[in-house]
């Protein structure tokens, strides 16, 4: 069974839409860099 590798996302401004895109994705396991 291979494992997939997954990288951190890095959301640049936290408006909004940046502030619901990092918690979603964060919500489905992957690391978010909120700046």
């Given at each position: 069974?291979?494992?997939?590798?997954?990288?951190?996302?890095?959301?640049?401004?936290?408006?909004?839409?940046?502030?619901?895109?990092?918690?979603l994705?964060a919500?489905?396991?992957?690391?978010?860099?909120?700046?």
């Open positions: 069974m291979s494992r997939k590798q997954h990288q951190a996302l890095a959301v640049l401004g936290a408006g909004s839409w940046g502030t619901a895109l990092a918690m994705t919500r489905i396991g992957r690391s978010v860099l909120l700046w």
